[in-house]
């Protein structure tokens, strides 16, 4: 009698286990129209039925939960391919679950289906993709309990993925050569013990002592960003921060958007920001985001994010130097022949910053127009500040004006990319003692040479 009831109940587990079997969705697939946060969207979702969803004298209910999503009262929901003859009736909801019931007489058979919901608003915070809050019930004879949906399902909100060069320095510059140190901390040349850098191109870069990392371009003051949402629509803002080890995580522990920072000139924080809107249908195409007015020749760390602020992975940058002078000119106040009056005005903006012990060379070609090699008096200005030198002095019988500008650890002797420089001597001046326009050569450190420069003419 026991041996006859255990074998009844062995074979009513194998025949549940096998129904239950049946009933198992394979193949299960979520899109959405629009992924931004908060967007009114279409909810396409596909799957292979393991057996027959009926509605032929019992209720056959497909119930789906979106997590946090906004569900209105009368969903509307309508076949799109597959699933027989079936139809819905009248379609409902439960808090953020859809009620699909088959209508009268409908079936969906033991094939693939898919049907889309309309209506719905996507949630506030973001959702990962494949996220298992997403939930399926189906109630009929042969009814499937309360279960993740499984498969594959698109994410609602994101980050931007940024696109990125990445130099290796390796002995030879060879993929399979030895990692080698930069240069220097943080890693920008390449080029001790017969090693240069190995490029590649892709979307993961992490600088660090053996490795640089860069845009897709770049000038002296601009970096294109080039990136994929990976079919997330909405507004994209994208920073450049400096330090280049600004940390997101911890500096923007409050979640305001790059939209809301203040920009900076001075400190930590940002420094350049720019956004573009991106719909739907560009959702999955490239695109790009120009960040403006940086310094030349310095890193700076990139962060990029969507509308639920999540940010990309941090990106860190170069810029171009700039090794170009400009608005160069040579005056004196008096011309007259043999002239020691006045004074010597000589003025240039320079493209890459000034740094403690900046040598600036001006070379007359034609004649000298100091006296002797001793020091000028001179005083200078680099945009509002004042800029001074340890030496100003002309080498002997050459005509040639040497500043060393090494003012130890104060400010006084740096200047900033971009800024103006003025220097104006007034002794140990000397004038030519027959008429001539003097040709003069400028050297700034950082900068090509200016050769060949017109002066003044003296008469």
Known sequence: MLRNLLFVLLLTALIVTETLAEQGLTNQKITFSHRALNAATTATVSATFGDDCTH???????????????????????????????????????GQTVLLPLASGKTIPASSCTFSISGMRTPESAVAADSTSYLIVIVDDNGLSSRAFGGTIESIGGKPTLYSIKSECKDGGLASGTAESCDGTPCETCTANRASFHVTHG???????????????????????????????????C?????????????????????????????????????ISIDAADSKTDHVISLFDLEPKTQYAVHCHLDDVDESAVLTVWTNPNPVLSDVSLVRSHTSLSSTSGTLTLTFTHGTALGHGAIIILTTVTTKLFISAATAGCTATAGASSLTFTTAQAASGTGTLIYTLTTTSDDAGKSAAGNEVVITCNTNLVNPASGTTVEYQLEVTGHDTMLNVVGPTFA
Not at 249 to 268: E, F, H, K, R, V
Request: hydrophobic content about 35%; charged content about 10%.
């Open 203 to 237: 979307t993961s870069c992490t600088s660090g002592l053996k490795i640089r990392c860069d845009a897709v371009y770049k000038t002296h003051n601009v970096v294109d960003l080039y990136f994929n949402t990976a079919g997330v629509e909405g507004n994209v803002w």
């Open 239 to 275: 920073g450049a921060f400096l330090p280049a080890t600004y940390a997101w995580g911890s500096a923007n522990s409050n979640g305001y958007s790059i939209g809301s920072m203040p920009i900076l000139t001075t400190g930590t924080g940002l420094y350049s920001r720019n956004t």
């Open 56 to 94: 032929a004298g019992t209720a056959c209910i497909i119930k789906i939960t979106f997590p946090d999503f906004i569900v209105p009262a009368s969903p509307t929901a309508r076949i799109v391919s597959g699933c027989g003859d079936a139809s819905f009736g009248t379609v409902s909801k439960d």
